[in-house]
């Protein structure tokens, strides 16, 4: 199955359990164990704005950092500029914060609410060149279903 089509097929799975639960980090984390176990990412995790830094939220894959500040790292940065920021390799991204030597390819795509962001899913892949369009487009999709 190529990307698209398991997109395809999980965007209903992940839309109808966020239907399940007004709870934004009960969503984070099924959104998270679903993302991880259907791609087999490296990491796929949720941060979450409080005051003026990101803090770790629910997330899969090994230990991440714990706090990142306002427009700092490929996080930072997505969440200051309010947009999807697709990096195909990590040691090319100006001023990336390395929580993980493995880490090769990364996506941050930014969460809203009342047009505000309020959190970053962040994914990163131990392979170059893993992010694209397709995935940006997909997972846009589903963090519009994290907060009514």
């Given at each position: 199955?190529?990307?698209?089509?398991?997109?395809?097929?999980l965007?209903?799975?992940?839309?109808?359990?966020?239907?399940?639960?007004?709870?934004?980090?009960?969503?984070?984390?099924?959104?998270?164990?679903?993302?991880?176990?259907?791609?087999?990412?490296?990491?796929?995790g949720?941060?979450?704005?409080?005051?003026?830094?990101?803090?770790?939220?629910?997330?899969?894959?090994?230990?991440?950092?714990?706090?990142?500040?306002?427009?700092?790292?490929?996080?930072?940065?997505?969440?200051?500029?309010?947009?999807?920021?697709?990096?195909?390799?990590?040691?090319?991204f100006?001023?990336?914060?390395?929580?993980?030597?493995?880490?090769?390819?990364?996506?941050?795509?930014?969460?809203?609410?009342?047009?505000?962001?309020?959190?970053?899913?962040?994914?990163?892949?131990?392979?170059?060149?893993?992010?694209?369009?397709?995935?940006?487009?997909?997972?846009?999709?589903?963090?519009?279903?994290?907060?009514?």
């Amino acid at each position: 199955m190529n990307k698209e089509s398991t997109y395809t097929s999980l965007l209903p799975q992940v839309q109808a359990v966020m239907d399940e639960s007004a709870d934004i980090i009960a969503n984070m984390a099924n959104m998270a164990a679903m993302l991880h176990e259907t791609f087999g990412f490296w990491w796929t995790g949720f941060y979450r704005v409080i005051g003026d830094e990101l803090v770790l939220g629910p997330f899969q894959g090994p230990l991440a950092c714990t706090r990142i500040a306002y427009g700092r790292g490929v996080c930072g940065t997505a969440w200051k500029e309010g947009r999807t920021i697709v990096v195909p390799d990590v040691e090319q991204f100006p001023g990336h914060i390395a929580c993980s030597a493995a880490s090769k390819s990364e996506i941050v795509v930014p969460v809203f609410q009342n047009g505000k962001v309020i959190a970053v899913l962040d994914i990163d892949s131990d392979r170059l060149g893993t992010f694209d369009a397709t995935d940006a487009s997909y997972l846009e999709k589903m963090v519009n279903g994290l907060v009514g």
